[in-house]
């Protein structure tokens, strides 16, 4: 992992969220600290240099992907 774990961006309905993380094998996985408001879109930002692909090359930008917290039952 690179240096730049630490300025991963967990955004949930514009409250940013602290995590802590962990790697295994290939995976990187993010556990963010408290929970996502409902029926919300999470936004998280991989700053460039924080992963790498399996040949060694790091991410030339930054990367965002987003998904919506699902409503309450």
Do not use: H, W
Not at 1 to 9: S, T
Not at 16 to 40: A, D, E, I
């Amino acid at each position: 992992m690179a240096e730049n774990i630490g300025k991963v961006i967990i955004d949930n309905a514009g409250v940013l969220y602290g995590y802590t993380y962990k790697v295994r094998g290939t995976t990187l996985y993010l556990n963010p600290k408290g929970n996502f408001q409902y029926n919300s879109l999470c936004i998280i930002t991989l700053p460039m240099g924080v992963v790498k692909s399996l040949s060694g090359s790091s991410i030339s930008n930054d990367y965002s992907y987003s998904f919506r917290v699902k409503a309450k039952r």
